[in-house]
Antibody
Framework: QVQLVESGGGMVQPGRSLRLSCAAS????????MHWVRQAPGKGLEWVAF????????HYADSVKGRFAISRDGFNNMVHLQMNSLRPEDTAVYYC??????????????WGQGTRVTVFS | DIQMTQSPSSVSASIGDRVTISCRAS??????LAWYQQKPGQAPNLLIY???TLQSGVPSRFSGSGYGTDFTLTISSLQPEDFATYYC?????????FGGGTKVEIK
C-alpha cells in the first residue's frame, strides 16, 4: 500500500528557510516521479515542484523558481523540498504526491496527508 | 502557462441530482486532463485521468468527457459522500495547473 508521510512544516519568519521531507513506502520508489503541491488556507491547489524518477529532471512553478529546490534520496526513499527566502504567500499545506503510473503522465495518483507551513512577520 | 477555468465555482444540488462541472483550458491539451475530489481536511483524491478514464475504486456514477480545450465531469446521481470540492488539472505541459475548484454543496 502506497504511503507518503510529510514532515518538516512549521512557523517561520519571512526570509527564513525550511526543509520539508516526504517518506515514501509501499512501492518501488525509483520508478516514480514525485511532486509537491500546496494549498493556501481556503484556496485551491497549486503545483509547486517535480523531480523525475531518476532525479535528472526538475521543474518548478514560477512562483517558487530560484527559491525552492526539490531533491530525492533513493537510498532512504525520501523526497525533500528546500524552501529558501520564504514569503507570507508561501503559507500553505504542502502535499507530497506520487504520479499514478511509473514513468507515466503527471496525474497525482497518491498523496500524503500534508504538512503545514506558516510564514509570518 | 496553461490556464484552467472551472465553472461554476459552486453548485447546490440534492441527493440523486445529476451534476455537471466544466473545465476549459486556455490552449489545446488533447486529453491530458485529470479530475480530483477533495473533502475538508483531507488530501485530494484522483477520480479521472486521460479526461475520461475512471481511477480504480471510483464509483461509476462519476464520468469525464472532452478533448482539446473543453472538458466535463459528470456525477450521474449525487450521493451524500459526493459533497466536496472538485478540481481539474492539466498534465500537458509544465507548469502543471489546476482549475480554481467547484464546490458541490447540499441544496
Amino acid at each position: 500500500q502506497v504511503q507518503l508521510v510529510e514532515s518538516g512544516g512549521g512557523m517561520v519568519q519571512p526570509g527564513r528557510s525550511l526543509r520539508l521531507s516526504c517518506a515514501a513506502s509501499g512501492f518501488t520508489f525509483s520508478n516514480f516521479g514525485m511532486h509537491w503541491v500546496r494549498q493556501a488556507p481556503g484556496k485551491g491547489l497549486e503545483w509547486v515542484a517535480f523531480v523525475s524518477y531518476d532525479a535528472r529532471v526538475e521543474h518548478y512553478a514560477d512562483s517558487v523558481k530560484g527559491r525552492f529546490a526539490i531533491s530525492r534520496d533513493g537510498f532512504n526513499n525520501m523526497v525533500h523540498l528546500q524552501m529558501n527566502s520564504l514569503r507570507p504567500e508561501d503559507t500553505a499545506v504542502y502535499y507530497c504526491a506520487r504520479i499514478r503510473d511509473s514513468y507515466g503522465y503527471n496525474w497525482f495518483g497518491s498523496w500524503g496527508q500534508g504538512t503545514r507551513v506558516t510564514v509570518f512577520s | 502557462d496553461i490556464q484552467m477555468t472551472q465553472s461554476p465555482s459552486s453548485v447546490s444540488a440534492s441527493i440523486g441530482d445529476r451534476v455537471t462541472i466544466s473545465c476549459r483550458a486556455s490552449q489545446d491539451i488533447r486529453n491530458s486532463l485529470a479530475w480530483y475530489q477533495q473533502k475538508p481536511g483531507q488530501a485530494p483524491n484522483l477520480l479521472i485521468y486521460y479526461a475520461s478514464t475512471l481511477q480504480s475504486g471510483v464509483p461509476s456514477r462519476f464520468s469525464g468527457s472532452g478533448y482539446g480545450t473543453d472538458f466535463t465531469l459528470t456525477i450521474s446521481s449525487l450521493q451524500p459522500e459526493d459533497f466536496a470540492t472538485y478540481y481539474c488539472q492539466q498534465a500537458h505541459t509544465f507548469s502543471l495547473t489546476f482549475g480554481g475548484g467547484t464546490k458541490v454543496e447540499i441544496k
